[in-house]
């Protein structure tokens, strides 16, 4: 059975940083992930994209992490983010989803607290 299993979430004061980790556990090539991503949900708010990444190395940003977060896969089944400059307003439950042979998966979340 697929699982997105994801580490690296914690409280850490504005300006800092963080690296979430999300690998993709189960009986699959890499080949097979067609896209991988980060998604947040913030209390009271639409869960919307921070991150995507496609399988040639492509990747976009919301504009409101650009230039601070950056997103990278391995060569495996593992998709990164690393978070520099951390605001306030980044506080959310991160969400790791890959679209694998076109089924979308989503890992169980991990929170993102930043302390002003």
């Known amino acids: 059975q697929v699982q997105l299993v994801e580490s690296g979430g914690g409280l850490v004061q504005a300006g800092g940083s963080l690296t979430l980790s999300c690998e993709v556990s189960?009986?699959?090539?890499?080949?097979?992930?067609?896209?991988m991503a980060w998604y947040r949900q913030a209390p009271g708010k639409q869960r919307e994209l921070v991150a995507g990444?496609?399988?040639?190395?492509?990747t976009n940003y919301a504009d409101s992490v650009k230039g601070r977060f950056t997103i990278s896969r391995d060569n495996a089944n593992s998709v990164y983010l690393q978070m520099n400059s951390l605001k306030f307003e980044d506080t959310a439950v991160y969400y790791c989803h890959a679209v694998i042979f076109g089924s979308p998966k989503w890992g169980q979340g991990t929170q993102v607290t930043v302390s002003s």
């Open positions: 189960g009986r699959i090539s890499s080949s097979m992930i067609n896209f």
């Open positions: 990444i496609i399988s040639d190395g492509t």
